[in-house]
């Protein structure tokens, strides 16, 4: 179960950008838009310098009763997230993030982020190298009466 962050987990992937002057209203219109619950937030040169997410906008906008349309993303933005590599291990993404209770995580390089790792594409692609390893298991107990 050695799979990289990239190709493995996520590829190809188009990541959801917001500005930190944007407001907290536009953001969950593009989460809502992209069908996706969380946001990279980039400076002008679309360097990474934030991550919001669902759970910042419920906690910080929602539970307060703050008028979404006039906070901005810079001020509930998680700054200078943590973030993966492409060639960081799944199982090592995994461990981030239970060990930091985070659901989504960015794919740098060169300080630009080029995918988003989500906890479903985690366990997506944990869920599939186990049922191989169950495969391969059986087969080498069992012969050829499950597998090939």
Same mark, same amino acid.
């Given at each position: ?20 002057? $944007?407001? %907290?209203?536009? &953001?969950? @219109?593009? =989460?809502?838009?992209? /069908?996706?619950?969380?946001?990279? #937030?980039?400076? !002008? ?42 060639? $960081?291990? %799944?199982?090592? &993404?995994? @461990?981030? =993030?239970?060990?930091? /209770?985070?659901?989504?995580?960015? #794919?740098?390089? !060169? ?38």
């Amino acid at each position: 179960m050695n799979q990289k962050i990239i190709p493995d987990v996520v590829n190809n992937q188009t990541v959801c950008t917001v500005k930190e002057s $944007d407001t %907290a209203r536009a &953001a969950a @219109e593009a =989460m809502v838009r992209e /069908n996706i619950a969380a946001v990279i #937030v980039t400076d !002008d040169n679309s360097s990474l310098i934030g991550i919001l997410t669902e759970r910042d906008l419920a906690r910080q906008v929602v539970a307060t009763g703050a008028d979404a349309s006039k906070i901005l993303v810079g001020d509930i933005m998680t700054a200078n997230p943590d973030t993966l590599t492409p060639d $960081d291990s %799944a199982g090592d &993404a995994l @461990e981030l =993030m239970h060990s930091r /209770n985070y659901r989504h995580l960015p #794919v740098a390089v !060169d300080g630009r982020c080029v995918a988003m790792v989500s906890i479903r594409d985690l366990y997506r692609t944990m869920k599939a190298a186990l049922e191989e390893d169950i495969r391969e298991t059986e087969a080498f107990v069992f012969g050829d009466r499950y597998g090939a």
